[in-house]
């Protein structure tokens, strides 16, 4: 697990959002091909984020200056206007007065963190951002996951400019089952919690024109 320590304390992937992110990102970028599918398919039964099912990867490197002006020079990446500052201890002293000395550091070193990974794994970075922030997600600057309806966190459905203002988790989750069970044409599909999430006709029409209904069983003929 990814932390960051700063005077004495130890910031967690709990504590801290950028370090959430991070955390998830170095476990999908460290996993096998074996692994991410065991995840995918637990994500599929419990509706959670795959990364959570990913084992658990100590450091493999801590991050640098060449990090923080990687992130200087392309904030959208992390879903950031800009950078307001040169180094990480430079953005620590300008949040110190509102958050705290330690806290400042801690949330410093966090975003640290988060650029080494996206510098580190473009992709795997944008499959942690849908996961854990998506309102950060943006097409523009974000490696465009897969459009099959059964990937579920780590498809194209997740993102939230795919389809403004249908498509999200919940449209994605509710599509990866139907997928996974062949379900075609259904009008919604119900969590785990028992909460219905609905699959709009817009949805299904795109996903006919994008010629997927064979990802639903549906065999073109029949």
Same mark, same amino acid.
């Given at each position: ?79 950031? +206007?800009?950078? /307001?500052?040169? *180094?990480?201890? =430079? %953005? #620590?002293?300008? @949040? &110190? ?5 330690? $806290? ?56 939230? +400019?795919?389809? /403004?203002?249908? *498509?999200?988790? =919940? %449209? #994605?989750?509710? @599509? &990866? ?5 062949? $379900? ?39």
């Amino acid at each position: 697990m990814l932390t960051v320590e700063f005077q004495g304390e130890t910031g967690s992937p709990g504590m801290l959002p950028w370090l959430r992110v991070a955390d998830a990102c170095h476990r999908i970028r460290l996993a096998s091909d074996t692994e991410r599918r065991r995840a995918s398919e637990m994500s599929w039964v419990e509706w959670r984020q795959p990364s959570s099912y990913l084992p658990d990867r100590e450091p493999d490197g801590i991050p640098s200056s060449e990090d923080w002006l990687w992130l200087r020079d392309r904030p959208r990446l992390l879903g950031i +206007d800009r950078i /307001p500052a040169d *180094s990480a201890a =430079g %953005l #620590a002293r300008m @949040l &110190a007065p509102s958050r705290g000395i330690t $806290r400042a550091g801690l949330d410093a070193l966090a975003l640290a963190a988060a650029a080494r990974e996206a510098r580190l794994d473009p992709v795997s970075w944008s499959l942690a951002l849908l996961e854990w922030d998506p309102r950060r997600w943006s097409h523009d600057v974000q490696a465009t996951p897969g459009v099959e309806p059964a990937l579920g966190w780590w498809g194209v459905w997740a993102t939230p +400019d795919w389809m /403004p203002g249908l *498509s999200g988790p =919940g %449209l #994605a989750l509710a @599509l &990866a089952d139907l997928a996974r069970t062949g $379900r075609y044409r259904c009008d919604h599909a119900t969590g785990p919690d028992g909460r219905d999430h609905p699959v709009p006709p817009d949805v299904w029409d795109r996903i006919d024109g994008l010629g997927l209904a064979g990802s639903f069983g549906i065999v073109e003929g029949f």
